[in-house]
Nanobody, 113 residues
Framework: QAQLTESGGGLVQPGGSLRLSCSMP?????MSWYRQGPGEQRELVAS???????TYGNSAKGRFTISRGDARGAVYLQMDSMKSEDTGVYLC??????????WGQGTQVTVSS
């Protein structure tokens, strides 16, 4: 199976910014970012399809921007005006045109002063 490679997590102060990256071989139909906070269910942060249709979760609207890179299997998540509730493990997910899903290992994001 194709591997998803995530990067960009870390510690940031409230109000700061981080940019997450995810890449994989091939050309997925849709790539998404999910967040799993401590003791919480996994929630959609943002997703983007091969033709550029974008969906944002409620917590991301107006603060985060998802985009696909020049390489078709790359996706980025620019996170601005970050809040403590953005803390969690961010997981990249890729869905193929046949509906098959693949998940990355996740990258930790901590928003704290």
């Amino acid at each position: 199976q194709a591997q998803l490679t995530e990067s960009g997590g870390g510690l940031v102060q409230p109000g700061g910014s981080l940019r997450l990256s995810c890449s994989m071989p091939g050309y997925p139909f849709r790539m998404s970012w999910y967040r799993q906070g401590p003791g919480e269910q996994r929630e959609l942060v943002a997703s983007i399809t091969a033709v550029g249709n974008i969906t944002y979760g409620n917590s991301a609207k107006g603060r985060f921007t998802i985009s696909r890179g020049d390489a078709r299997g790359a996706v980025y998540l620019q996170m601005d005006s970050m809040k403590s509730e953005d803390t969690g493990v961010y997981l990249c997910e890729a869905e193929s045109f046949s509906g098959q899903e693949r998940w990355g290992q996740g990258t930790q994001v901590t928003v704290s002063s």
